[in-house]
């Protein structure tokens, strides 16, 4: 079954083991692959060239391969997955091409012009923190200071016109609004 030069399975052993346990194999790896034949099919051509690579299995003290094959293809199934999920989980094009690209002048514009119209819509107390905190850069103290009220009315209000804001700007989430709250510098200059 062996040839001393490449030390390999002869070509007639390896035939004869795909047609008498290979249907059976690609079974037991459609179930462990949850039905994808594709994956199944590729574990059971590598399970295939491990048994090419080991001419010695076919001498063990066996009554037939059919072990030997179930269980080298299951670890290699086990090592597929491992694999599969070591990786960070791949995208599709689509989602790619549905993002905005954020070096966009026109996309930064459009954003631009988002906020400025959603700030515009909010009450001239609420508008005036915002633009101390945000635009100007100021502390909560800082902006306390300079619109003649405590720093824990700039907090309030900044908190109320962000959650008023979030609703009036396409593609609002609650996660960025409650972030964006607690992004203002509270140190004093």
Same mark, same amino acid.
């Given at each position: ?19 008498? =346990? ?28 491990? /048994?090419?690579? =080991? ?16 269980? &080298? ?12 999920? /070591? ?23 459009? &954003? ?13 107390? =609420?508008? /005036? ?13 800082? %902006? %306390? ?33 409650? =972030? ?10």
């Amino acid at each position: 079954m062996t040839t001393a030069t490449t030390a390999t399975t002869d070509e007639r052993a390896l035939e004869e083991l795909q047609r008498e =346990h290979g249907p059976a194999l690609l079974n037991f790896l459609l179930g462990l692959t949850y039905g994808d034949r594709q994956r199944a099919e590729d574990l059971l051509q590598e399970t295939l060239v491990r /048994a090419w690579q =080991h001419p010695e299995a076919f001498e063990g003290p066996y009554e037939s391969m059919r072990p030997w094959l179930f269980t &080298v293809g299951r670890r290699l199934a086990i090592d597929a997955r491992r694999s599969r999920m /070591a990786r960070p989980t791949e995208i599709g094009d689509g989602a790619l091409a549905a993002a905005a690209d954020p070096s966009d002048p026109t996309e930064s514009a459009a &954003v631009a012009l988002d906020v400025r119209a959603a700030v515009r819509g909010l009450s001239a107390e =609420h508008r /005036a923190v915002l633009v101390r905190l945000y635009f100007d850069g100021l502390t909560v103290n800082e %902006a %306390a200071r300079e619109l003649g009220i405590p720093a824990g009315t700039v907090k309030s209000r900044s908190f109320y016109a962000l959650r008023a804001l979030g609703p009036r700007l396409p593609g609002y989430s609650r996660m960025r609004s409650s =972030h964006a709250a607690r992004s203002p510098r509270t140190m004093t200059a």
